[in-house]
Structures are given as structure tokens and as C-alpha cells.
């Protein structure tokens, strides 16, 4: 089992920033992609960015330029800086991590953290 600890959410105006961290518990599973996605209401949950093992970088075309995913892996956390917060950016955000145990891959939730951006 991999346990995720969220943090950094709130409230913020637009044009304000806030930085997501994603803390995930050791364990013997190896930890490969790690991202962020975010889910508002009445929509779908919809990928953010993610992170590989690795350091390569995807982004979800409505936020490049403006948020920034990165990771430390000594200390399994995940991080998303996110700059130049418009409204629409505003939804509950999770934590995702996909780990591997063997060769079974096995993906993990946070609990959410909400992001409110007023106008």
C-alpha cells in the first residue's frame, strides 16, 4: 500500500499562486509517474501534469506556461507550482501515483485538496 498526504490548497485571487505538495508513504513499492488532476463540479476529472521517474514532464495545454510539476523522489513527494491562477483553475485537486510492485503496476489517490480562485 502507498499512502498520499496532500497539502497547499486554498483560496486565492486570480493572478495569485499556490504550490501542491504530494507526499507518498515508503514502502517497497517503486514509485514511477507521479501528477496531478483536478476535477470541478459537474466536470470530469481531467489530468494536470504528471511527472515520470525519469523528469519528463506533461502538461495539460490549459495550464502550460503557468504551472510547473516537479518531484523529489528521496523524498516521494510530488510537487505543482501553480502561477497566474485564472478562475476556471478552480476545482479539487488529487494527487496520483502510479506504483510498481514486481511487475504489477497499481495506481493511488490523495484525498483532494481544494483550490478556489476568486475573480
Known amino acids: 500500500q502507498v499512502q498520499l498526504v496532500e497539502s497547499g490548497g486554498g483560496l486565492v485571487q486570480a493572478g495569485g499562486s499556490l504550490r501542491l505538495s504530494c507526499a507518498a508513504s515508503k514502502s517497497i513499492f517503486r514509485l514511477n509517474a507521479m501528477g496531478w488532476y483536478r476535477q470541478a463540479p459537474g466536470s470530469q476529472r481531467e489530468l494536470v501534469a504528471s511527472?515520470?521517474?525519469?523528469?519528463?514532464?506533461t502538461y495539460a495545454d490549459s495550464v502550460k506556461g503557468r504551472f510547473t510539476i516537479s518531484r523529489d523522489n528521496a523524498k516521494n513527494t510530488v510537487y505543482l507550482q501553480m502561477n497566474s491562477l485564472k478562475p476556471e483553475d478552480t476545482a479539487v485537486y488529487y494527487c496520483?501515483?502510479?506504483?510498481?510492485?514486481?511487475?504489477?503496476?497499481?495506481?493511488?489517490w490523495g484525498q483532494g485538496t481544494q483550490v478556489t480562485v476568486s475573480s
Open positions: 496520483n501515483v502510479q506504483a510498481l510492485l514486481l511487475t504489477k503496476q497499481y495506481d493511488y
Open positions: 511527472i515520470t521517474s525519469g523528469g519528463t514532464t
